[in-house]
């Protein structure tokens, strides 16, 4: 199973990116995906998360600016992110809770794509 995350890039003060997350592989569903950050010298926090219902989460900070959707068919996870602030900036990550057979689940993380934010 792998996790390919694409949308990453320069962007200034309050303009918009959206990430893209791609899983693939031997997947026999996906329970659970999101979307971490890991800003310069501090711990990855969580952004956001989404059930395969669609019930979403979001970190308390970020509620209003960025929005989590996925599609089902793609395997596929976005994170839409407007009004940027350079406080965003960072590689993000997205993980997600797959099931490989009926019995076995487990957490796989992508790669990380770079989103810096220019004041």
């Known amino acids: 199973v792998q996790l390919q995350a694409s949308g990453g890039g320069l962007v200034r003060a309050g303009g918009s990116l959206r990430l893209s997350c791609a899983a693939s592989?031997?997947?026999?569903?996906?329970?659970?995906m999101g979307w971490h950050r890991q800003a310069p010298g501090k711990q990855r926090e969580s952004v956001a998360t989404?059930?395969?219902?669609?019930?979403?989460n979001y970190a308390d900070s970020l509620k209003g600016r960025f929005t989590i959707s996925r599609d089902n068919a793609k395997n596929t996870v976005y994170l839409q992110m407007n009004s940027l602030k350079p406080e965003d900036t960072g590689v993000y990550y997205c993980?997600?809770?797959?099931?490989?057979?009926?019995?076995?689940?487990?957490?796989?993380w992508g790669q990380g794509t770079q989103v810096t934010v220019s004041s």
């Open positions: 993980n997600a809770d797959i099931a490989t057979t009926p019995w076995e689940h487990a957490d796989y």
């Open positions: 989404i059930t395969s219902g669609g019930r979403t």
């Open positions: 592989g031997s997947i026999l569903s996906i329970i659970g």
